[in-house]
């Protein structure tokens, strides 16, 4: 694998560094296990690698490549979307201090964490998706009202992920809240904070913009399945 830059092929290279204890793997293929997170990447697009890929992969299972290219999916997969999305980096802004509390989040809290990410759609939440790294939420009335969290890390970034309102508590600042909290945190560890986002969701680009972050490029996302 050579790329220009490690969120070229974010996956690939989380899974060779900070995160390599969770990669199931082959001499070309790379994944998460499937309770964790739905991504995977390979050396190169190549029919053998998708080969590798397949092999790695149970019947019906899904996964998600992101890449700086389109791809050329092998007639072995099936094809369950192709997308385009924005890669984006920097450090949020701070936000005025409020009363609003943000607590962990944990394997307790992970029915809730599912209902919200169904109902709002950020990406893929799988059951152990909130071992990857911090969860925080805030809770309004004992509903779980907004999330955040840390998925991929490739080398010295650190992606976030998950952030979601639930609509009756939008418009109150709390994506923004959460998002200036786990990013002071990722920092103070020495690490640069990223995201992705879906090209088509404006609202969510246009309010990471004006939280200070910036589109580092345009990525491809495939998600392919095992017949």
């Known amino acids: 694998m050579s790329a220009a830059h490690s969120l070229d092929h974010p996956i690939w290279w989380a899974l060779i560094t900070r995160q390599a204890h969770l990669a199931q793997s082959n001499a070309r293929a790379r994944r998460y296990p499937t309770d964790v997170a739905p991504f995977a990447d390979m050396v190169d697009m190549s029919p053998e690698s998708f080969a590798a890929l397949h092999d790695l992969m149970q019947p019906r299972d899904t996964q998600v490549l992101f890449t700086p290219e389109p791809v050329n999916v092998p007639p072995a997969f099936e094809v369950v979307a192709a997308e385009e999305g924005e890669q ?53 009335d004992g509903r779980l009202a907004a999330m955040i969290g840390e998925r991929m890390a490739p080398g010295d970034y650190t992606e976030m992920t998950g952030i979601c309102v639930h609509p009756d508590f939008r418009g109150r600042g709390y994506a923004q809240k959460l998002m200036d909290v786990i990013a002071k945190q990722i920092v103070a560890r020495g690490e640069i904070p990223f995201l992705h986002v879906y090209a088509h969701n404006a609202p969510a680009i246009a309010l990471y913009r004006r939280q200070g972050m910036s589109i580092r490029r345009t990525m491809n996302v495939t998600v392919v399945r095992r017949p």
Request: glycine share 10%; aromatic share 4%.
């Open 88 to 140: 984006m980096i920097g450090t949020p802004a701070n936000v005025p201090a409020s009363d609003v509390k943000i607590v962990p989040l944990g394997s307790a809290d992970v029915p809730a964490m599912t209902e919200l990410v169904a109902l709002t759609n950020p990406g893929p939440f799988a059951p152990r998706t909130h071992t990857l790294g911090t969860f925080l939420g805030i809770r309004i």
